[in-house]
């Protein structure tokens, strides 16, 4: 977890927390968006966007892709189960 940025919040009654304009700001995150967190083993804490999860996440799968094209796999599967398909 990269530690470049880094701002106070402060826990709030019934447990809230406020997150900074600036670091809403930093997020990309307006009232009403969502936010993951992540609770980390050593107590720390840190929060994801639902965007930056999934933006996360394409990137992860884009990586183990390698120069696959992963639709294009999907696609050719397809066919070659409805040919199996139509010749029963």
């Known amino acids: 977890m990269s530690h470049d940025t880094s701002f106070v919040v402060r826990l709030g009654d019934r447990?809230?927390?406020v997150l900074p304009a600036a670091l809403r700001q930093h997020l990309g995150i307006r009232t009403g968006d969502e936010v993951i967190a992540f609770a980390a083993?050593?107590?720390g804490v840190?929060?994801?966007s639902?965007?930056?999860a999934v933006r996360r996440a394409r990137g992860l799968l884009r990586s183990s892709a390698g120069d696959r094209s992963l639709a294009g796999?999907?696609?050719r599967q397809r066919r070659l189960e409805a040919?199996?398909?139509n010749d029963e």
Do not use: K
Request: glycine fraction near 16%; hydrophobic fraction near 35%; aromatic fraction near 0%.
């Open 50 to 52: 639902r965007q930056g």
């Open 46 to 48: 840190s929060l994801i």
């Open 73 to 75: 796999e999907l696609i």
């Open 41 to 43: 083993d050593d107590g």
């Open 83 to 85: 040919h199996a398909e």
């Open 15 to 17: 447990g809230r927390l």
